[in-house]
Nanobody, 123 residues
């Protein structure tokens, strides 16, 4: 299984970025997907998740209303649209494929992880 995240970069506060995560080697439409982030010196934290069909989405309180997760099962890709970015959003962002048990919000519910893409928001 390979998860390839892309789209990170440097952006000013208030700006936008769109992250993509292309999946290979799994039945993508059968897996819920999630985005997590990890800032230097901090634990990895939940950002957003989406059910396998895309009908349900979940967000951390810190990003709700600013970030939108979506997926295209025909392209085996999950997206994270990030608007109104803040300096505290600066982190490495990871996509992950969820297993069939466990909460959407916990890292140990996810079986496969991408390599991460760096997002830096300047003030």
């Amino acid at each position: 299984v390979q998860l390839q995240a892309s789209g990170g970069g440097l952006v000013q506060a208030g700006g936008s970025l769109r992250l993509s995560c292309a999946a290979a080697g799994l039945t993508f439409s059968g897996n819920a997907m999630g985005w997590f982030r990890q800032a230097p010196g901090k634990a990895r934290e939940f950002v957003a998740a989406i059910s396998s069909s895309g009908s349900s989405t979940y967000y951390a309180d810190s990003v709700r209303g600013r970030f939108t997760i979506s997926r295209d099962n025909a392209k085996n890709t999950v997206y994270l649209q990030m608007n109104s970015l803040k300096p505290e959003d600066t982190a490495d962002y990871y996509c992950a494929a969820k297993g069939f048990v466990g909460s959407y919000y916990y890292t140990n519910s996810y079986d496969y992880w991408g390599q991460g893409t760096q997002v830096t928001v300047s003030s």
